[in-house]
């Protein structure tokens, strides 16, 4: 596609539920990213694929989040055992190699609430 | 996490007024870009500035990467409708990820 891509855009899930979300990147893009939007705060980093190589996983909150990325394309984010405060926008974003100069592109994000 | 602190938080102007906006940080940055997020979107890039004292500009826009490389402004001349928005700064430190700004609502009184 011409963009990154995000589904589901918006998800509502009863607190214990697992969630998996999924983001397309641009296609032919080495690196991507995710982020996590809490309302009315800028996005913060949450871990960063260079292909299907995790290379940063510092920003996941705790050991409930897992992100994969096999093939070094599609790249799908699981949230185990969801909580309240796991209420966020999730932004996927790719680069067309991560570094430094390289246009970040995002998608629409997936709105997840924890119901 | 390590953000950086963006200011006005919220800003109410007249259309036709001109916009000023700044981030500052208290580490160094290699790179500052500046986004807009619109409702139900992801950001969207608006401005990417390389080198320290820089001065880009992009139609009514126009940014600038601070000469110690811990702050950045944004100015937006002769504001339209379609500027209302949500306006992040971001930096990249030199690892892969970027460090956002809380954010600047700009909403313009017709």
């Known amino acids: 596609g011409a963009g990154v891509s995000q589904s589901p855009r918006y998800k509502v899930a009863k607190r214990g539920q697992d969630v998996a979300l999924r983001c397309d990147p641009i296609s032919g893009h080495v690196s991507l990213f995710w982020y996590q939007q809490a309302l009315g705060q800028g996005p913060e980093f949450l871990t960063y694929?260079?292909?299907?190589?995790?290379?940063?996983k510092s920003g996941l909150p705790s050991d409930r989040f897992f992100a994969e990325r096999p093939e070094g394309s599609v790249s799908t984010l699981k949230i185990q055992r969801t909580q309240q405060e796991d209420s966020a926008v999730y932004l996927c974003?790719?680069?067309?190699?991560?570094?430094?100069?390289?246009?970040?592109?995002f998608g629409e994000g997936s709105w997840l609430t924890v119901v | 996490g390590q953000q950086l602190n963006q200011s006005p938080q919220s800003m109410f102007i007249q259309e036709g007024e001109d916009v000023s906006m700044n981030c500052t940080s208290s580490s160094i940055f290699n790179t500052w870009l500046w986004y807009k997020q619109d409702p139900g979107e992801g950001p969207v890039l608006l401005i990417a500035l390389y080198k320290a004292g820089e001065l880009t500009s992009n139609g009514r826009l126009t940014a600038q990467f601070g000469i110690t490389r811990k702050d950045s402004f944004l100015n937006i001349s002769a504001s339209i409708p379609s500027d209302v928005g949500i306006y992040f700064c971001?930096?990249?430190?030199?690892?892969?990820?970027?460090?956002f700004g809380q954010g600047t609502r700009l909403t313009i009184n017709p």
């Open positions: 971001a930096g990249h430190g030199g690892a892969q990820k970027l460090v």
């Open positions: 694929f260079q292909n299907e190589a995790q290379l940063d």
């Open positions: 974003a790719s680069s067309r190699t991560g570094l430094e100069g390289n246009t970040i592109y």
